[in-house]
């Protein structure tokens, strides 16, 4: 557990400067595009499910080739195998004179600050992640990864926030969704838990975590064999999802007192 009474401040100076900084605006849905940069990065570094990190490479493909220093920029992210294993077979889409070059300083900023969360050293990948944000302030991917500080310093209540004015600024970004579910069903407010849940599988129907999310919440409101049914289906898309095992589990034994 991380003392609170630190590292907190500095986490909330981060979100007050995204916040004041992002754009107050909502962006309407569009179609699926490349992935960028800072994109994927922060999908890595924020702590996306891997096989939803896969799958949007394998659907959306990348507006960017991957060079070698951006492999290990992933890799010093703790990416998984399969994420690394997934650029070589992605589509490039990159119309002329206009691939995605993301500042390599951003780059580098989250990919420090997901090695840092890693090593449990918060206080410093609050650092990274501040500059990043002053390098990169229009970033709602910045404040995905900023999301995930809060979440591991279990900061409910701020990170709720950060993914909720995520979801408003980018309301198709479905790995925020999951998220933004994911701390609300930790903050005892299943209903709303649920709707982001659903919001994330409409964009993302095989997103095993958001199935995973919807479960936690079903069982929540005590509709048992609807979160049974959810948690079904994330193990179809993840057979090894533990935490899916371990809420099917509880559930049989809720229904059993």
């Not at 609050?126 to 809060?150: D, H, I, Q, R, Y």
Request: some cysteine; aromatic content about 6%.
């Amino acid at each position: 557990m991380v003392p609170m009474a630190k590292v907190p401040v500095k986490a909330a100076i981060v979100l007050a400067t995204w916040l004041t900084l992002v754009p107050g605006r909502i962006i309407g849905a569009a179609a699926a595009k490349p992935l960028r940069q800072t994109e994927l990065l922060a999908l890595v570094a924020g702590n996306a499910l891997p096989e939803n990190i896969v799958n949007q490479i394998r659907d959306n493909g990348l507006a960017f080739h991957p060079d070698v220093v951006y492999r290990r920029l992933l890799t010093n992210a703790d990416a998984d195998r399969g994420i690394l294993k997934a650029l070589d077979a992605a589509k490039v889409t990159v119309a002329q004179g206009e691939e995605d070059r993301a500042s390599k300083d951003v780059l580098q900023h989250v990919s420090d600050a997901a090695k840092l969360m890693h090593a449990k050293k918060y206080d410093e990948a609050a650092t990274e992640l501040t500059a990043a944000v002053t390098a990169s302030f229009k970033s709602p991917e910045c404040g995905f990864v900023m999301g995930e500080l809060l979440q591991r310093m279990e900061d409910w209540e701020r990170a709720e926030v950060i993914y909720a004015a995520i979801v408003n600024l980018e309301p198709d970004f479905p790995e925020a969704h999951t998220k933004l579910s994911y701390v609300l069903y930790r903050e005892g407010n299943a209903e709303e838990a649920l709707r982001e849940a659903k919001a994330a599988l409409t964009v993302t129907p095989d997103n095993a975590e958001a199935h995973k999310n919807a479960g936690l919440a079903l069982a929540d409101l005590g509709k048992f064999e609807a979160a049974a049914a959810e948690y079904k289906k994330a193990l179809r898309l993840k057979p090894d999802y533990q935490l899916v095992r371990n809420g099917l589990a509880s559930l049989g034994r809720e229904q059993g007192e």
